[in-house]
Nanobody, 118 residues
């Protein structure tokens, strides 16, 4: 059973920073990332990183403010969030694309609340 454990959410003032962590119980995955979902809105991709190459991609709304990274030895990903805005307030969910033979299956973390006050 693959598990993802998220940490690092909380309450911060606008302009502040937070770092989210996501620890996976497996090393067999191709990519890791975060989505977020604000009340009344659809879940949106925030950032993702390829495990081997380190290639990253970001939502336009967070480019230049958020940085995703990974520590392959720890099977852990990080999302450094800076210059936070009230519109970044959401529940953030990490995921991995786990690999089993030829199959790829997405696993999700439990979600962590990020609240940015104005």
């Amino acid at each position: 059973q693959v598990q993802l454990v998220e940490s690092g959410g909380g309450l911060v003032q606008a302009g502040g920073s937070l770092r989210l962590s996501c620890a996976a119980s497996t090393s067999i995955f191709s990519a890791m990332g975060w989505y977020r979902q604000a009340p009344g809105k659809q879940r949106e991709l925030v950032a993702a990183i390829r495990r081997r190459s380190g290639e990253t991609n970001y939502a336009d709304s967070v480019k230049g403010r958020f940085t995703i990274s990974r520590d392959n030895a720890k099977n852990t990903g990080y999302l450094q969030m800076s210059s936070l805005k009230p519109e970044d307030t959401a529940v953030y969910y990490c995921y991995i694309d786990g690999i089993s033979g030829l199959d790829v299956r997405r696993y999700w973390g439990q979600g962590t609340q990020v609240t940015v006050s104005s």
